[in-house]
């Protein structure tokens, strides 16, 4: 709700495009400071990359809250925390 009232607006202006495209910027931004920042620098680019990535959810509809929910009961996959799937690496 607070990154709604803060950006919704001004990102719906924008438009999906556009936001999108700030938010992959924002995510650039966060493999930087994982590579090379520390650790303040990277808490506030997670910070920006999550706020990109809510107002994206909004502006499509999308509650947050719920969508998080699809790991209420752990891995989507195999339902156990921690997961117990065979590792992709």
């Known amino acids: 709700k607070k990154i709604e009232d803060i950006y919704l607006q001004r990102d719906r202006a924008r438009g999906m495009g556009g936001t999108f495209m700030w938010f992959i910027e924002?995510?650039?931004?966060?493999?930087t400071a994982l590579r090379e920042g520390d650790r303040e620098e990277q808490k506030a680019e997670f910070a920006d990359v999550f706020a990109w990535l809510v107002?994206?959810?909004?502006?499509?509809?999308?509650?947050?809250?719920?969508?998080v929910q699809k790991y209420g009961r752990g891995c989507p996959s195999c339902n156990k925390t921690p997961c117990e799937c065979r590792s992709k690496e």
């Open 55 to 67: 107002t994206l959810a909004s502006m499509a509809g999308i509650e947050m809250e719920e969508a």
């Open 26 to 31: 924002e995510v650039g931004e966060l493999a």
